[in-house]
């Protein structure tokens, strides 16, 4: 049973970065897909960015050229970088990902992590 585990959330003010960390809980999972999704109390869970096992990536307009996806193939571990955070940034942000076919930011994916909470003031 794969299980994704994210860290590396926590406290920033507006401006500031923080990385997130995504390891899945075998090994050799190699999905074709990993992600990013966020959510907001009482809003739809928004798609951040995705990676294909090829190095493809796709980012959401409100990110792009703040937000650096990335994965480390020797430790399976899938990175969100996040520089200069607003307060709209604020979420809980969620790593997925979808062993066969598409990468799309839409929240279709098979495995899901419980989150990690991210806030900006």
């Known amino acids: 049973h794969v299980q994704l585990v994210e860290s590396g959330g926590g406290a920033v003010q507006a401006g500031g970065s923080l990385t997130l960390s995504c390891e899945a809980s075998v090994y050799t999972f190699r999905p074709y897909c990993m992600g990013w999704f966020r959510r907001v109390p009482g809003k739809e869970r928004e798609g951040v960015a995705s990676?294909?096992?090829?190095?493809?990536?796709t980012y959401a307009e409100s990110v792009k050229g703040r937000f650096t996806i990335s994965h480390d193939k020797a430790k399976n571990t899938l990175f969100l970088q996040m520089n200069s955070l607003k307060p709209e940034d604020t979420a809980m942000y969620y790593c997925v990902a979808e062993r066969y076919g598409g990468c799309k930011l839409v929240a279709d994916y098979t495995y899901w992590g419980q989150g990690t909470q991210v806030t900006v003031s």
């Open positions: 990676m294909s096992s090829d190095g493809r990536t």
